[in-house]
């Protein structure tokens, strides 16, 4: 089994930025390809960035140049860094793991296997 908790969310205003964490327990080989998803109010899930193990990034459209996504390896985590944060960004942000490729813009979130509890990210404008 997989468990993935993350960290790092909280309220900023507009222009501000952020860093999420997310620490991955358990047996680590089986998710070679993380990312972060997330889920604003009354929105469907979206993916928002992806990393496979060679940390190739995939990005969704909304959130390049401003997020960055990396991983270390060595200590199971996965990071998001978020600068120039909008309102729009406003949601919960969930890290997910998978054995295949997750797709930012393609994977249906019911069946990747593995998700953390999630943490708020709020943006005030």
């Known amino acids: 089994q997989v468990q993935l908790v993350e960290s790092g969310g909280g309220s900023v205003q507009a222009g501000g930025s952020l860093r999420l964490s997310c620490a991955a327990y358990g047996n680590t080989y089986r998710m070679p390809c993380m990312g972060w998803f997330r889920q604003a109010p009354g929105k469907e899930r979206e993916g928002v960035a992806t990393?496979?193990?060679?940390?190739?990034?995939r990005y969704t459209d909304s959130v390049k140049g401003r997020f960055t996504i990396s991983r270390e390896n060595a200590k199971d985590t996965l990071y998001l860094q978020m600068n120039s944060l909008k309102p729009e960004d406003t949601a919960m942000y969930y890290c997910?793991?998978?054995?295949?490729?997750?797709?930012?813009?393609?994977?249906?979130?019911?069946?990747?296997?593995?998700w953390g509890q999630g943490t708020q990210v709020t943006v005030s404008s």
């Open positions: 997910v793991a998978d054995i295949i490729q997750i797709e930012v813009a393609t994977t249906i979130p019911d069946v990747i296997p593995y």
């Open positions: 990393i496979d193990k060679d940390g190739r990034a």
